[in-house]
């Protein structure tokens, strides 16, 4: 709970300095403190104590309405009066504190509002009733939803039940979690008072729910600062060495970023491309990182440049004269413009490198994107702003019951209240949770329409199926990456276009081994639930293969004349080469072999290249008047019943005689058949072709590749 915060002005972890905004003084706890209690609090008048908070919220909000502001201080500061925190100051410098946070993100005024009665209802005899009386229906919203999150137990023993719940009670409005973001920076700034037992394990929470959470939400002011919280009191060896490391470069004469900014500020110049070129400092744990990964750190390592523009189109133009007359690592190069990350966050990312080596990271944006960048959804205002304003008539049936659908909530956190809804356990829910949070990554892949998908790094077909279908998934029966046939196990890569292939049978059923290749909760839980409700179906044994017949040897012991093939040679035996069965209008060639036969080849056979390296001379040969060909041909399908004798009936309909067949056993669904026949009429190939690949359940056929 907040109520555990503790001295602000106990030292804590030292943070790095990094200005993401125009910099404010440090505030005095203490002087609010005292202002709280003795400030003018008169009616219509604004109180001294938040005072920061108005400054901070107009400069996002110029025109903001302050008054639910004055009202809520007034309430939670004669509610809070008395209490006071374990460092001795008044308890109303924490939500003071919290919601100079949120301003300074640019929150809008109804999040400011329940940030600072955020912990009344739990901490005091005011009433969600009362709340709402006062503040309306939306404020009463968020400070339950906050009280409920206090009440959350995130510690390794906590049941994963109550995480559940707390997910329900505050995944429909991100306001929520932000107000609790906000809450959890706060006190981890001032843990220092605290037992060294309890800091690790407010700590370990936060690295493990919140962090991952903030990252979702888009707000990395304060992901970046919770991470170096925690790295500090986690790993404070490490800790230390890294700011060693950065007092260190701070201390050094030259400043090679410095001088880089310089020179892209100067080509901007010329260009005449309006631009603001900042440096930004990475935080501790990003200097960390890139150590471990780099080893010994430069004076480039430190940092990154940032690049500011007010169009999108400009973005686009300073990439290309940064290319153009700098030295561009192309290997950096990533468009998240085009593409958004899945919380939101849009920039152009690129390297420039300069004569010694060294290596500037560059990130472009508009202004807009940085501040979506830095504050994530908490950037994004009110998201009832419009929904409000529209007629009561607009109203939907779900408003009834206190299901809200926010128009800006990430997909992700869509998705995650799905999961819990379709997980058909706790245990499984909260295990594909940790897993999904544990993503810091994710990629983006095309469907053949245009759309894209978003899925963390390592996803495979099976997860891009259920991202797309739900539980329709289940018919999934192939897919396509890129043009090509792939097995559902298929790892993606970003970027890749996904096509996949669904049957239509309508009581089609996942296999048990497509959880050994889903990756996200999506697949993972819709799979669980569909054997979890099919016990009796799931327990069965696997159905048996395809039944397989080898090629008779008679046949293949006989010579195989084509009297269709003409050889230089009038008395020479011809014989169709049996590794890649050549047949009109093929381009074929010959070699004499033993006992005065012609062995007769497609040129892209790999016998040819093998038999011209012995020096094998070749013979002409070409095509007669007999149009009668022997043809081997490979079918790609997906195992069903009935599926073999479905396919020979449509072969033998096209006239083709079945001179040898191999099937070979199942895998992962898939059933590779081989079959050698003979056709009355070289023509007639593309019709048999064409009738193979009709058949239900089978994908794909095509001629044998030389071997």
């Known amino acids: 709970m907040s109520a555990e915060a503790t001295n602000p002005a106990t030292p804590g972890p030292v943070v790095p300095t990094v200005a993401r905004r125009k910099a404010r003084p440090r505030i005095d706890l203490r002087r609010l403190g005292l202002a709280a209690l003795l400030g003018n609090a008169a009616r219509g008048r604004l109180p001294d104590a938040i005072g920061h908070v108005a400054e901070a919220h107009r400069a996002h909000y110029p025109d903001a309405d302050l008054e639910p502001l004055r009202r809520a201080y007034v309430l939670a500061e004669s509610s809070h009066r008395g209490q006071m925190r374990k460092s001795g100051e008044p308890y109303i410098t924490h939500p003071l504190a919290v919601t100079l946070i949120l301003a300074e993100l640019g929150a809008e005024t109804t999040t400011l509002t329940a940030s600072l009665l955020h912990d009344t209802v739990e901490d005091t005899e005011v009433t969600l009733d009362q709340v709402g009386e006062e503040f309306g229906a939306e404020v009463r919203y968020?400070?339950?939803?906050?009280?409920?999150?206090?009440?959350?137990?995130y510690g390794a023993a906590a049941e994963p039940e109550t995480f559940r719940k707390m997910l329900v009670a505050t995944g429909s409005d991100v306001r929520v979690m932000s107000i609790k973001l906000a809450d959890r920076l706060h006190n981890m700034r001032t843990l220092g008072v605290m037992r060294?037992?309890?800091?690790?394990?407010?700590?370990?929470?936060?690295?493990?729910?919140?962090?991952?959470?903030?990252?979702?939400?888009g707000v990395q002011a304060l992901k970046t600062e919770l991470e170096d919280l925690v790295f500090a009191i986690l790993h404070p060896d490490e800790y230390e060495h890294t700011r060693e490391l950065i007092a260190a470069n701070a201390a050094r004469a030259d400043d090679t970023l410095a001088d880089i900014a310089d020179e892209v500020r100067g080509v901007l110049r010329e260009a005449d491309i309006p631009a603001e070129v900042l440096i930004r400092p990475r935080h501790f744990v990003s200097v960390h990182r890139v150590s471990r990964k780099r080893g010994e750190l430069r004076g480039c390592d430190f940092g990154r440049l940032l690049v500011l523009v007010n169009e999108d189109a400009d973005?686009?133009?300073?990439?290309?004269?940064?290319?153009t007359c700098l030295t561009p690592v192309v290997s950096e190069f990533k468009d998240f413009i085009a593409v958004p990350k899945f919380n939101l966050y849009q920039s152009l990312h690129t390297a420039v490198a300069r004569a010694d080596g060294q290596v500037a990271e560059v990130?472009?944006?508009?202004?807009?994107?940085?501040?979506?960048?830095?504050?994530?959804v908490v950037a994004l205002g009110n998201p009832y702003a419009q929904a409000a304003e529209a007629p009561a008539a607009d109203t939907t049936d779900d408003a009834a019951d206190g299901e809200r659908a926010d128009p800006t909530r990430p997909g992700w956190l869509s998705r995650l209240l799905d999961w819990q809804k379709a997980a058909p356990d706790t245990d499984t829910f909260w295990s594909t949770l940790r897993e999904d949070l544990a993503q810091d990554r994710e990629i983006t892949v095309f469907r053949p329409d245009g759309g894209t998908l978003g899925l963390p790094e390592g996803a495979t077909c099976v997860d891009a199926a259920y991202a797309q279908y739900g539980e329709d998934a289940h018919a999934c029966i192939g897919a396509r990456v890129n043009g090509r046939l792939a097995t559902l196990s298929t790892v993606l890569r970003d970027g890749d276009t996904v096509q996949l292939l669904m049957g239509q049978d309508p009581a089609s059923e996942p296999s048990r081994e497509w959880l050994e290749h889903a990756h996200t909760p999506a697949a993972r839980i819709a799979i669980q639930r569909w054997i979890a409700t099919h016990p009796a179906t799931a327990a069965e044994e696997p159905p048996a293969p395809v039944p397989s017949r080898p090629a008779p040897e008679p046949q293949a012991a006989a010579p195989r004349t084509a009297s269709a093939v003409v050889a230089d040679r009038p008395d020479a035996t011809v014989r169709l080469a049996g590794c890649c069965t050549p047949v009109p209008p093929d381009e074929v060639t010959g070699f004499a072999v033993r006992g005065g036969v012609v062995t007769v080849h497609r040129v892209e056979c790999?016998?040819?290249?093998h038999m011209k390296g012995t020096g094998r001379p070749e013979m002409a040969v070409s095509w007669g008047d007999n149009a009668a060909c022997r043809v081997t041909l490979v079918a790609e399908s997906f195992g069903r019943p009935h599926l073999l004798a479905d396919l020979t009936e449509a072969m033998a309909q096209e006239g083709a005689e079945i001179v040898s067949a191999t099937v070979e056993p199942p895998s992962q669904q898939r059933v590779r058949h081989t079959y050698t026949v003979e056709l009355p009429d070289a023509a007639h190939l593309p019709d048999l072709m064409r009738a193979m690949r009709n058949v239900p359940g089978v994908y794909d056929v095509g001629r044998a590749q030389p071997q």
């Open 606 to 609: 790999a016998a040819v290249a």
């Open 196 to 217: 060294r037992e309890k800091q690790e394990r407010i700590a370990k929470v936060t690295r493990d729910v919140l962090i991952p959470l903030a990252e979702r939400l």
């Open 363 to 376: 990130l472009i944006r508009t202004h807009q994107m940085h501040k979506v960048a830095e504050a994530g």
């Open 315 to 323: 973005c686009y133009a300073v990439l290309g004269e940064l290319h």
């Open 142 to 153: 968020l400070v339950d939803g906050v009280t409920k999150l206090e009440k959350v137990d």
